[in-house]
């Protein structure tokens, strides 16, 4: 295990003996991730952990059993009193696992030997703190293994569709829980209570297993199945970690040879194409002559599906085989393949494995049967309405249901042995091929007659079942439907839709337009030989989220048939009742429809439509009519908003207008009217006020303003029309020099109107939009300073003393990060720059807000962008401020030299894990000790563009210019410092490391790790 700290320290000894105490003594930040070896975040319950110091044991050893001991070669380690369980201890390092039992966020640790104990150690221990292993060594290869747990290498690289293991420590809290020192389980496995996620190269990637690795203590393992598709060599791999309160991200990379896609089955992805049970299961053992589906990843290059009978055994480049079997395939896809089990498969424990382009996925083992019932569902996965058909061919649904004492068809998989053998991979012959054993079926609970039983004529490995719907069922759309016995086995339940005696009344769904009369279709669907002479039913209308409940009378229109009827209005809706026809009713018949009075106002909402009491008779005989499934109202129309706006006295104020239409609404032409008055006391707005239409509007707009503080827009005719969200373009107009600040304006939407070719289209007015007068600032002005709000920093002139605090803020200079709430926070967060319509920044400090802001001090950005005032809050720095980006290599500091004339040259080197193109490269560093001066001595990447040493005891360095670093390392430079001698000690800390990218604008960080 590697030795790393963020504060190195230098000690410099020419001539004469040094006096080591033997109390423990622990580094500053010397508590450290054992894969990361970072301690800037703290360590997680339950990781390993590394400790790294002085005097911390006598000896050197290693614990030589499970579960781990909690003292070895007499040094112990506690934390918040708890004793942590040792891998190994030296005078200068031990590694231990976290207890998994601490809950504060932070404790204190303490190293305890024969010669005392160290001073407490403030450990930061938040629930979740990642980092994946590396096999050796700093920068060395990380610890990504095969499945032969042999390691992933430039010479034995992961290939596409293989499942990798990834090993880690620190994703978090597991269950079932492991004690303090013990090997983890393999079964059951201790799985991440958190959920991960992986992308490999930038691809989502499968996570198949995250857990404790079986057999380690404190080491987590992910199995991540690789994509296809990558580029050869050195991909990224980044794990994220989420649980209720916050994303972690950890990231590596490793080596993956292109253009090889290994085919990877599921486990326990063979299953019964009917039923999707799994070969395991009570009900699932494949069946000869059956049709299963294979799932899993990288099985086939695309989609195909066979175009003629016989079935081939390759279909895409892709084979299958069952029990050493070449099975005959209907369907390939990358995700899923059909394929029909061969009649001569032997029974019991088999195995399942597919071959593409030369590779071979690892095999599955499965269970053979001599039957596997199965029922085929509308959904094609095992459950809902059954593939189910009425003798004159129509699909029973519940529009079309059955009836009982009808016959019907339905159809299944893994029937078992047949009358006469059919070959595999061909069509059922047209004469009846009967399966040997006849299944016992059942619907709704009871046994129905099944006429026959066999494969059905004309398809391949598919069973029929002709069977009687049995008498006495109730209505139903979803009366259960399954074979209860072959042989012992039951198969999957499906649904069918059954009628007895009666029917089923719905309303339809439609769309309605705001402030009018939407008429909602009222249907009866009558059972075959069914009639009725006396229909009644109660319409209710809901609203759903956003709409208005519906205030006004419901009316009804009877379709010709109907004679007479009754109605009345009940809460939310209309009870219509007695409806009778100048002849019994039957089949399918419109009753009429109900007049529901929409509220004006109620664009892009929805009702939904519930037909209750329904009920109907014949000859004063009463029938089972039921209510059917509930329709919708749609209101179709749309709103104009306000976009957020600012203003400062005296300042052009712009205030977005945007068009929000539902989906499927399109207009042609639009307008609007608009107003802007003063609130308590603020000055009246004096001039005209104009619009400025967006650019991507291919039309001017008519505009009038009629008075200073008001303006109507209108586009006529537009060449293309409008849908969706669309920026119309920006009011604008002056605030008065005499507004104060904390004053505000309102501005209302008075009108707003659209149509489609010369049908209108309606609209509503979006809320008021309340402008307040802000102080404004100078984005890059944050120098001179007497706090961190607008008014107080500043001088209306951008130069090197700007770009200098900032420098301070982005390396994170203790004192110099101003909280991330301030304005002066958000005058440094230069970049994404404004724009017209959107504030500026991230919320994070970098290299690439100093890019930004010497563009300006240097004139190749005359811009002087503003923003209004948003107050401050605490001025403790937020941690948002040190948030970095993914890290690109890394950066550490070597042996100091002795010059000799009381200088000392510290070297800094830099390498780069790919070639890299930066925007701009920052740090900080600190030097604590009895120096004289600090100051830098450029090497290979040339002198800075900015060197600050203002700060005793520290140096803050920029190179804003651009950067081609290539993938080694390279002598960044010296720290020199002055006024050192043979006594002198002195420690060199990296106080904050950023870089940005220039293409992507990114920023990404290079690790602080030791030689």
């Given amino acids: 295990m590697r030795r790393l700290t963020w504060c190195f320290v230098f000690q410099l000894f020419l001539g004469g003996l040094s006096v080591v105490a033997q109390t423990p003594v622990i580094f500053t930040n010397g508590v450290v991730n054992a894969a990361t070896y970072s301690a800037f975040f703290g360590v997680a319950p339950g990781s390993a952990a590394s400790i790294l110091g002085t005097n911390l044991s006598a000896s050197t050893a290693s614990a030589s059993s499970l579960p781990l001991a909690t003292s070895l070669a007499g040094t112990s380690v506690t934390v918040n009193g708890i004793n942590a369980p040792l891998f190994y201890v030296s005078p200068t390092q031990i590694n231990f696992q976290v207890p998994w ?340 079926v059942d619907v709704g609970g009871i046994p129905a007659v099944v006429t026959f039983s066999g494969l059905a004529p004309g398809f391949i490995g598919v069973n029929q079942m002709n069977l009687n719907v049995p008498e006495g069922l109730p209505t139903s759309s979803g009366t259960s439907l399954q074979v209860v016995n072959l042989n012992g086995i039951a198969s999957n339940i499906v649904t069918l839709a059954v009628l007895a005696n009666g029917g089923t009344i719905t309303a339809s769904s439609l769309n309605g337009s705001p402030g009018s009369s939407a008429a909602v279709p009222v249907t009866l669907v009558l059972g075959t030989g069914v009639t009725a002479d006396n229909v009644s039913f109660t319409l209710t209308v809901a609203p759903n989220a956003g709409a208005p409940a519906i205030s006004g009378s419901f009316s009804f229109q009877p379709s010709g048939s109907i004679t007479s009827f009754s109605s009345s209005g009940v809460t939310n809706g209309l009870a219509v009742s007695s409806l009778m026809a100048s002849s019994p009713l039957s089949g399918t018949v419109s009753l009429g429809t109900v007049l529901v009075p929409v509220p004006s106002g109620t664009a892009g909402t929805s009702y939904s439509l519930q037909v209750s009491a329904a009920s109907a008779s014949r000859a004063s005989a009463s029938l089972n009519v039921l209510p059917g499934a509930n329709g919708t109202l749609t209101i179709k129309g749309g709103s104009v908003n306000f976009g957020a706006a600012e203003a400062s006295p005296g300042a052009t104020v712009s205030i977005p207008v945007n068009l929000v239409l539902p989906a499927g609404t399109t207009v042609d032409s639009v307008s609007f009217g608009m107003q802007l008055n003063p609130v308590a006391g603020a000055p009246a707005i ?88 802000l102080t404004t600032y100078l984005v890059g002005d944050v120098h001179p300073y007497t706090s961190n709000v607008a008014g107080n920093f500043g001088d209306g002139l951008l130069n090197t003393l700007d770009l200098i605090d900032t420098l301070r803020a982005v390396t994170a200079i203790p004192g110099f990060v101003p909280a991330s709430c301030t304005d002066r926070f958000d005058a440094m967060d230069a970049a994404p720059v404004d724009t017209a319509t959107v504030r500026g920044g991230d919320g994070v400090l970098n290299t690439l807000d100093l890019v930004e802001i010497l563009k300006r001090v240097t004139g190749l950005d005359t811009t002087a962008r503003t923003r209004a005032a948003r107050g401050s809050c605490s001025s403790v720095p937020a941690a948002d401020a040190f948030r970095r980006g993914p890290a690109v290599g890394s950066i550490w500091v070597d042996e100091a030299q002795l010059l000799g004339d009381g200088r000392a040259r510290v070297p800094v080197y830099l390498r780069a894990g790919e070639n890299l193109d930066l925007a701009g490269l920052s740090f900080a560093v600190g030097v604590d000790g009895q120096v004289n001066s600090v100051q830098f001595v450029p090497a290979e990447v040339g002198p800075p563009s900015l060197t600050d040493n203002g700060v005793p005891g520290t140096l803050a360095l920029a190179w804003l210019n651009g950067l081609q670093l290539p993938a080694r390392t390279l002598l960044i430079g010296y720290i020199e410092v002055s006024g050192v001698s043979s006594a002198t000690n002195f420690s060199v800390r990296f106080y904050g490391v950023d870089a940005g990218l220039r293409e992507t604008g990114r920023s990404v960080q290079f690790e602080t790790r030791r030689r």
């Fill in 101 to 440: 039992e601490l809950t504060a966020s932070t404790n204190q640790l303490v190293v305890t030997t024969a010669s005392g104990s160290s001073a407490p150690y403030t450990l930061s221990t938040p629930q979740i703190m990642p980092g994946i292993v590396t096999a050796s060594g700093a920068g060395a290869t990380v610890q990504i293994l095969h499945s032969d747990y042999s390691l992933v290498t430039n010479s034995s690289p992961a290939l596409g569709g293989e499942t990798v293991m990834v090993l880690a420590t620190g994703l978090g809290p597991v269950t079932p829980t492991v004690a303090d020192g013990a090997a983890a389980p393999s079964s059951p496995p201790a799985l991440l209570n958190s959920t991960v996620t992986a992308t490999v190269g930038g691809l989502a990637s499968s996570v198949v297993f995250a857990g404790l690795a079986p057999g380690s203590v404190g080491y987590d393992r992910v199995d991540v199945v690789v994509p296809s598709g990558l580029a050869a060599g050195s991909n990224s791999l980044s794990l994220e970690i989420a649980n209720s309160v916050i994303k972690y991200v950890t990231g590596a990379s490793f080596y993956v040879a292109a253009g090889t896609s290994l085919p990877v089955l599921s486990v326990g992805g063979t299953v019964n194409g009917a039923s999707f049970a799994f070969s395991n299961a009570s009900n699932g053992p494949i069946a000869p002559g059956a049709i299963v589906s294979i799932f899993g990843s990288n099985l086939a290059p695309s989609v195909a599906s066979y175009l003629s009978a016989p079935l081939s055994t390759s279909l895409n480049g892709v084979s299958v085989s069952i029990n050493g079997l070449a099975a005959p395939l209907f369907y390939t896809s990358p995700a899923q393949l059909n394929a029909q089990v061969p009649y001569s498969v032997v029974t019991g424990s088999g195995t399942v494995t597919v071959s593409r382009g030369g590779n071979t996925s690892v095999a599955r083992t499965v269970n053979v049967g001599s039957v596997s019932p199965g029922l085929f569902s509308v959904g094609q996965n095992g459950s809902g309405a059954a593939i189910a058909f009425h003798a004159d061919g129509r699909l029973i649904t519940g529009t079309a249901p059955a009836f009982p004492g009808e016959s019907i068809m339905t159809f299944g998989n893994g029937f078992g042995p047949l009358s006469s053998s059919v070959p595999e991979g061909t069509k059922s012959p047209s004469q009846t091929v009967t399966t040997v054993n006849t299944p016992l």
């Fill in 686 to 773: 004096a001039g005209p006020m104009t619009f400025v239409h967006d650019s991507g509007i291919p039309a001017t707009p008519f505009e009038d303003s009629p008075a200073s503080n008001s303006i109507a827009v209108a586009f006529l005719s537009l060449p293309a029309a409008l849908s969706g969200t669309v920026h119309l373009g920006n009011i604008q107009t002056v605030i008065p020099a005499g507004a104060a600040i904390g004053q505000t304006y309102t501005g209302n939407l008075t009108t707003a109107s659209a149509s489609l070719g010369n049908s209108p289209v309606a609209l509503v007015v979006g809320p008021s939009l309340t402008i307040p007068v």
